[in-house]
């Protein structure tokens, strides 16, 4: 065992260093290089260097005021309804020469001013903001409900190992075939979830899940947190089991409440675990794809398209391959940043001990 | 307390029928012509084969949609990268942990260091390198070379045999294998090859069946790479297959029908096998 031997060492891991070499490493290295060209699917001119082009265009944001129209002696006009009045400025795609043009994403009102928020590429933003309020409503849910769920089939109870396959049973279910499941069930006019609603509201409920802006995001969010719970819940149920029983039985001589042993003994016992579960779902969130493009498509009116969904949409379906590329690499960093910030809490809280 | 028992079961029960009723409602509507998916909704019947239940949706899906062969498809790339994939990613493993050789620690880093990267971000690059890279196939008998990998079944496979999170479930169960059992073989005459072959992978039996549950499930589900490589139908594998259905029709019976048939096979296995995945998520999980 002691002897050394480079040759066999290789031999062994040489097909997986290989094959990891072709399919990360490389489109890796391809992925930052491209991002700083303009190169396309198929085009019959040649790929030039571009610099920082691409980012440029993903994250140029720019705000412009627009002040109140005054009359001559300086005071503000204001309609009947006393609205300030705001002069038509020239348009405000004009503000640079810049290609593609600058678009409104929103306006805002400070003091008696108007401000514009303009950039170039107002779906990259939406589809941040988007990607963002998906894991801030998914992440939570899920884990909540994990927590639950595993909290319920944590202590023997007849039938506990049915119950548990019944929870994890979505999760062995492929998303593409959720994601048609449960678009049946949202539809606003004969979808289950509306009948059902109906039955109890003693009527006819038609809501458009999908088909709203306001709903669909949180409609998705939903549907995911019911496909992924029951892989955290053998998560934390791991993690619970590995709490010492007799810290619950000292809890209970001293008195404590059902709740406060939940506090003071479950959760500083789940700790690492639940570290592990939220940054793993936060991660898998931040890659929200499938549901997307076989439920709404980005719609309605852009209110679900996502990083990778935006990603895919212009580095595939329009061709700009680099473009596409560039936006993988803002999601890249964000899931990087991610970990980073996990790993130096990790190690922080190790040193405490 | 008995208060207390019987809400808990209550509460149990009315999750069970969150979590099942989707599923419950997908295999009973495939049974059932659309009128009668309709009418069943208000009640209890939607999650269950009752009434008007026939295979006709079933044969209709058969009749307009090449399943068999995406079916054949997909069993082909999550068969084939589940086989090469434990094979591949033990034997790297076997030579991080088992051989001493120089660079070793170095390597293992830079493979821990490569689980930070999802796929996502190398979906579109590895796109446009596997779009002109050559092939060579066997076709009616001779070797052809082929200049793209796009709509193959290599391209849904080769990216997805080695994977740096089954090379770190490998090294962590062989690090608990005894050393002795080597020395013991060694002694016997046995060399490298023969210590990981007929030493180390026999005893190797629960990571080896959590790396087959993770690969395949993973492949089986596989929709953003093939809808990017894949655009015509005799390499297209069933996710893509289902999608597309649901696309074009508008009859819910069929379209529950090809769930069924596309959910099905998992779910069985998973049923059968429930323990082991549960082992496998749980301890992928605790490792991880």
Redesign the interface.
């Known amino acids: 065992m002691s002897a050394r031997n480079d040759k066999a060492g290789i031999f062994f891991a040489l097909p997986a260093l290989l094959l990891l070499g072709f399919s990360i490493v490389l489109p890796f290295v391809a992925a930052t290089v491209m991002t700083l060209t303009d190169q396309r699917m198929l085009t019959p001119n040649p790929t030039e260097f571009v610099g920082l082009d691409n980012y440029q265009r993903l994250l140029s944001i720019r705000v412009h005021s627009v002040q109140p129209l005054r009359d001559d002696a300086g005071a503000i006009q204001r309609d009947d309804e006393g609205a300030i009045q705001y002069s038509n400025s020239p348009t405000i795609q004009q503000a640079t020469n810049d290609l593609p043009p600058y678009q409104e994403l929103g306006i805002f009102h400070f003091g008696d001013s108007l401000y514009a928020i303009l950039v170039r590429d107002p779906i990259f933003w939406q589809s941040l903001i988007n990607t963002f309020l998906f894991v801030l409503l998914v992440v939570p849910f899920q884990i909540g409900a994990a927590l639950g769920l595993a909290l319920l089939v944590k202590n023997p109870i007849g039938g506990r190992t049915a119950f548990r396959t019944f929870f994890f049973a979505p999760v062995v279910t492929s998303m593409v075939v959720v994601s048609i499941v449960w678009a049946f069930l949202y539809n606003e006019n004969s979808g289950l979830i509306n009948q059902i609603l109906g039955v109890f509201a003693g009527g006819v409920v038609a809501i458009n899940w999908l088909g709203s802006e306001a709903l669909a995001l949180p409609a998705i969010a939903l549907m995911s947190a019911w496909q992924g719970a029951g892989f955290q819940m053998i998560i934390i149920l791991a993690g619970l089991q590995s709490i010492d029983e007799q810290l619950y039985e000292a809890a209970r001589l001293d008195g404590a409440t059902a709740w406060q042993q939940f506090r003071h003994v479950t959760l500083p016992g789940l700790r690492n675990t639940l570290t592990f579960v939220v940054v793993t779902t936060t991660i898998a969130a931040f890659a929200l794809f499938v549901q997307v493009d076989v439920m709404t498509q980005g719609g309605p009116n852009d209110a679900t398209t996502t990083l990778i969904y935006h990603a895919v949409q212009s580095g595939f379906r329009e061709q700009d391959v680099a473009y596409g590329a560039s936006v993988a690499v803002v999601y890249f960093l964000i899931v990087l940043s991610i970990a980073l910030i996990q790993r130096r809490v990790a190690s922080s809280s190790e040193r405490k001990r | 307390m008995t208060l207390k028992?019987a809400l808990?079961?209550l509460?149990?029960v009315l999750?069970?029928m969150?979590?099942?009723g989707?599923?419950l409602?997908?295999i009973s509507s495939s049974f059932k012509p659309d009128e009668q998916i309709?009418s069943d909704?208000?009640s209890v019947r939607?999650f269950l084969p009752l009434g008007d239940v026939s295979l006709d949706n079933y044969q209709q899906v058969f009749e307009q949609s090449r399943l068999f062969l995406y079916f054949a498809n997909s069993m082909m790339i999550s068969g084939a990268t589940v086989i090469l994939g434990v094979l591949?990613?033990s034997?790297?493993a076997?030579?991080?942990q088992?051989?001493?050789?120089?660079?070793?620690a170095l390597?293992l880093g830079l493979?821990l260091a490569?689980l930070?990267?999802?796929f996502?971000?190398?979906?579109?690059?590895?796109?446009?390198?596997v779009?002109k890279l050559p092939w060579i196939a066997v076709e009616a008998g001779g070797l052809t070379v082929v200049g793209s990998w796009f709509n193959s079944l290599h391209v849904q496979i080769?990216?997805?045999?080695?994977n740096?999170f089954v090379?770190f479930l490998f090294y962590q169960f062989f690090k608990d294998i005894p050393?002795d059992l080597?020395?013991a073989a060694?002694m016997d005459g046995a060399n490298?090859w023969q210590i990981?072959w007929r030493i180390l992978m026999p005893n190797a039996k629960p990571v080896t069946a959590t790396a087959t549950i993770i690969l395949f499930?993973a492949m089986?589900?596989q929709?953003?790479w093939p809808?990017?490589v894949i655009q015509g139908q005799e390499a297209r594998p069933i996710?893509v297959g289902?999608?597309q259905f649901?696309g074009r029709t508008a009859d819910?019976g069929q379209?529950?029908a090809y769930?069924t048939l596309?959910?099905l096979p998992?779910?069985l296995v998973?049923?059968v096998f429930?323990r082991r995945?549960?082992q496998s998520?749980?301890g992928a999980?605790?490792k991880?």
């Open positions: 028992h808990r079961y509460l149990l999750l069970s969150i979590f099942l989707p599923l409602f997908m309709f909704l208000r939607a591949v990613n034997m790297a076997f030579g991080l088992r051989v001493v050789w120089r660079g070793q390597l493979i490569l930070v990267i999802p996502e971000v190398l979906a579109i690059p590895l796109m446009m390198i779009a080769v990216p997805f045999v080695a740096a090379i050393l080597d020395d060694r490298l990981y499930l089986w589900n929709y953003l809808i990017l996710m289902i999608q649901f819910w379209v529950m769930a596309v959910t998992v779910l998973f049923i429930q995945f549960v998520v749980a999980g605790l991880g």
